[in-house]
């Protein structure tokens, strides 16, 4: 008969060999929310009158899901091994479906449809040509990134449109309003979109056929994947996420500019390399790209408040990646 203590000591051997495992199969994300407190650290020494202030967390609520919005849903495309550099274009795109729709028509939810099919236009597009065509999707998309700015700057010719006859409507309130003064509506967006994106990628089988299809593509056919159909449909998502975002952007200052979308190209990016997952495919978390988000959209404020000059932003957002990149290297070598 076993002894009590030899009992425990079993406990915590098997509980110790899980904590070991758990480490070992989460380094990366756990890594990142090191990092995060990490800077977090940094910046309440660096300027504790700013970071101990509530107002800093509300700004980062506010802004930092313009474009987490789209990290989200990137995250899952470049698991699957593909990669989307149109999706800045597409916010224009989008955001101009809805501005114009809702100068002619005055209607908020004809507006709201024909930015969201303008992004299922741009993500189907993306798709067919990656997922169909065969093209490359770095090429593919940096054409279709030319394209749709193309499309909008062409369709408005460079001229703006005020979305004011949006404010005080419900759905205003819905997108970028304030809940209970304190939280912005975009925040709330993100959860829900991160929440939304985990479900698929982990309790579903369009998840698990995205990690197959990024791990190996070859494998994924021969167990009956639709390796098309599932790259269409993350295009797709792709697309929609990206007008979405370009719209909550926009009603938050509430003007549409056809240069939407310049400057969220290499944050994007940055949070979902730095969130850990791979840049090879088949490795990814929503949690690492979540947390990664809001690392990135501190990095500004933060260099501001401890005294640097906002040049620095661009120094470590590159730093990051490259760091990122290097180090998912040496890992997925290292574990082979």
């Given at each position: 008969m076993i002894s009590r203590l030899e009992a425990r000591r079993r406990t915590a051997d098997g509980s110790g060999a899980g904590l070991a495992r758990?480490?070992?199969?989460?380094?990366?994300?756990?890594?990142?929310?090191?990092?995060?407190?990490l800077i977090w650290a940094v910046f309440i020494i660096g300027a504790p009158r700013t970071f101990l202030s509530y107002n800093i967390y509300q700004a980062f609520m506010s802004t930092t899901p313009f474009f987490a919005l789209m990290a989200l849903p990137l995250t899952m495309v470049v698991i699957a091994g593909e990669i989307d550099l149109s999706f800045p274009s597409v916010m224009a795109l989008g955001t101009a479906a809805y501005a114009y729709t809702l100068a002619y028509t005055g209607d908020l939810t004809l507006a709201f449809f024909a930015c969201a099919l303008a992004g299922i236009l741009a993500g189907v597009t993306n798709g067919g040509i990656v997922a169909g065509l065969g093209i490359p999707s770095l090429v593919a998309t940096i054409g279709t990134q030319f394209f749709w700015r193309g499309v909008v700057l062409v369709g408005t010719g460079g001229n703006g449109v005020s979305l004011v006859p949006t404010r005080g409507t419900v759905f205003y309130s819905m997108m970028v309003g304030r809940l209970e003064g304190l939280i912005p509506a975009q925040m709330l967006w993100t959860v829900f979109m991160a929440i939304v994106v985990a479900f698929l990628l982990n309790r579903h089988r369009f998840g698990a056929h995205v990690y197959l299809i990024g791990d190996n593509i070859e494998s994924a056919r021969l167990m009956g994947v639709n390796v098309r159909q599932r790259k269409m449909l993350l295009f797709m998502l792709m697309g929609i996420a990206a007008a979405f975002a370009g719209l909550v952007a926009s009603l938050e200052v509430t003007y549409f500019w056809p240069t939407l979308g310049d400057g969220y190209l290499l944050t994007t990016i940055a949070s979902v390399f730095l969130g850990g997952t791979s840049v090879f495919g088949g490795t990814g978390t929503i949690l690492g790209t979540f947390v990664a988000c809001f690392i990135i959209g501190a990095i500004n404020a933060g260099i501001v408040a401890i005294g640097l000059t906002g040049f620095w932003t661009q120094l470590i957002y590159g730093l990051i990646i490259v760091l990122s990149v290097t180090l998912q290297t040496a890992l997925s070598r290292k574990l082979a």
């Open positions: 758990y480490g070992r199969r989460h380094a990366v994300q756990l890594g990142t929310i090191a990092v995060g407190l």
